[in-house]
């Protein structure tokens, strides 16, 4: 019914850049809160960084200044722009979007998940 999908990650150096893109598809009338969430090997997901339908932002401390979230309401997508990156943020990253309304008889409200992108930083 949803799908979301994600683009951008891959292989960059200490101190680059890089920026992922996920377009929720489907037969979507509103979607709360988008996101990205990652994972690095053997840890658990956490998350990254949030923005909701209004614009309000959250970020995880470890990326406050260096990445940035945006979103696009009419599109369904949601970006993040991600600088000086570290190697501590090598993970698979996860798009996320929560309390997604679902046209239907009746309406569903669905939180969805991406299938993952990896972003490895690595000299």
């Known amino acids: 019914q949803v799908q979301l999908v994600e683009s951008g990650g891959g292989l960059v150096q200490p101190g680059g850049s890089l920026r992922l893109s996920c377009v929720a598809s489907g037969s979507i009338f509103s979607i709360n809160r988008m996101g990205w969430y990652r994972q690095a090997p053997g840890k658990e997901r956490e998350l990254v960084a949030v923005?909701?339908?209004?614009?309000?932002?959250n970020y995880a401390d470890s990326v406050k200044g260096r990445f940035a979230i945006s979103r696009d309401n009419a599109k369904n997508t949601v970006d993040l722009q991600m600088n000086t990156l570290k190697p501590e943020d090598t993970g698979v990253y996860y798009c996320n979007a929560d309390r997604v309304g679902v046209f239907g008889t009746p309406v569903k409200f669905l939180e969805v998940w991406g299938q993952g992108t990896l972003v490895t930083v690595s000299s």
């Open positions: 923005i909701t339908s209004g614009g309000s932002t």
